[in-house]
């Protein structure tokens, strides 16, 4: 079965850099939710979109911007990044908004920011 | 506000013995509970979920998990583990009313030893 794609898996970059981290859900996924990891550390909520639109927001820096396209797919921009910013990204998807809580969130493998 | 504790660390079992990974939450209203689980370098992997109903929840890989309400409690479980199930496991939550994210435990590192 289709799963969640990230790409890139990895991304180096140096401080103040800009990068886009891009994911696409499962098929039908209508929603998509981003998670920042850092090293040994759980997976804290960023943002996530529902229908193209932002549904929640968690702990997402205003130098980060995410957006949703009406093929579903999700994009994360990262400006003036920091070394802070090295950490395993990863994008979740599920479907369907009208039992959001019960529904899964499937997650990609990730993608893996180094920040030089 | 909602949260997850998983108070151990590391676990460390010999194969073919029984695992238990500990979980315990604080949320308002109902929670909705999961188990993931991360090998290295790849992404979660949803083990299992507790929506209503049925205390024990079985999952993914022959594991399952209690629903402990009044402990307040979620313990993940095998009854035989294998040297395969070596991983970071994370216990999370979502409230029943909440619009999207999942609030993830700190993880615990499953070691199973042959």
């Known amino acids: 079965a289709a799963g969640v794609i990230q790409s890139p898996r990895h991304l180096i970059k140096e401080k103040r850099e800009t990068a886009t981290l891009k994911c696409y859900p499962i098929?039908?996924?209508?929603?998509v939710y981003w998670y920042q990891q850092g090293p040994g550390q759980d997976p804290q909520f960023l943002i996530s979109f529902y229908e193209k639109m932002q549904s929640d927001k968690g702990s997402i820096p205003d130098r980060f911007s995410a957006q949703q396209f009406s093929d579903y797919h999700s994009e994360l921009n990262m400006s003036s990044l920091e070394l802070g910013d090295s950490a395993l990204y990863f994008c979740a998807s599920s479907l369907g908004q009208e039992i959001l809580a019960k529904n899964i969130q499937y997650f990609g493998a990730g993608t893996r920011l180094s920040v030089l | 506000a909602q949260s997850v504790a998983q108070p151990e660390d590391q676990v460390n079992v010999a194969e073919g013995n029984p695992l238990t990974v500990k979980c315990t939450y604080s949320v308002s209203g109902n929670p909705y509970l999961f188990w993931y689980v991360q090998y290295p370098n790849r992404g979660l992997q949803f083990l299992l979920k507790y929506i209503t109903g049925d205390n024990l929840v079985k999952g993914s890989y022959g594991f399952e998990a209690e629903f402990n309400k009044s402990q307040t409690s979620f313990h993940l479980k095998k009854p035989s583990a294998l040297v395969s199930d070596s991983a970071l496991y994370f216990c999370?939550?979502?409230?029943?009313?909440?619009?999207?994210?999942?609030?993830f435990g700190s993880g615990t590192r499953l070691s199973i030893r042959p």
């Open positions: 098929p039908r996924h209508d929603t």
């Open positions: 999370a939550v979502r409230r029943d009313s909440s619009a999207s994210k999942i609030i």
